[in-house]
């Protein structure tokens, strides 16, 4: 079972916060040993997530409209912002799934994940703001590396990881995931002393956690 602690964000016993509406790309392609996807390395110094390596993404805008439409323009646009990742079309986007913070952590974000085949040839370059270091890491290798304490993974990520290890090419993933079902997935954090954990609709300890 993979370990899953919660990150470092601030926890709110009042009000739960409303998530800000943000989206990500899984931006993959095929490599020797199967299929890869990139990663980048928030700074540490930021606020939300500082030092974890997640996928591509950030806040909807104001400006990009609401509903679906801007969720992949926000998506397309933060993955050139973080990555200098261009040529992916946000119709080129194929919606994957959909998380949303747990209501006990203080900032939160309801985040449309989406897949996209990177273009030819591309190289990824952070922005040094953001992100600081960026990667391509098959799932597999990076659920290793994060297993042995060298890559900071946050609960999303792991669970996309773990769910693209099980794909052999772009091709295949992208062919099944095709009409996906997408529905909302809220895991909820556990408090047992000063220990807090998180927990996945389905697990123990979720439907009596309340939060």
Known sequence: M????????????????????????????????????????RNPDQRFMGGFWVFPGGAVDAGEGEGEAAHRAAAVRELEEEAGVTGVAPDGLMKYSRWITPELIEIRFDTQFFLARAPDGVAARVDGTECVDARWTTPRRALEDHAGGALPLVVPTLRHLDELSCFATVGELLRRARGRDVQPVQPKVVLTGQAARIVLPGEPGYDSSGW
């Open 2 to 41: 993979i370990e899953r602690p919660t990150t470092t964000e601030a926890l709110n016993h009042g009000q739960p916060s409303v998530p800000r509406q943000s989206a990500c790309v899984i931006l993959l392609r095929d490599g020797d040993e199967g299929i890869e996807v990139l990663l980048v390395r």
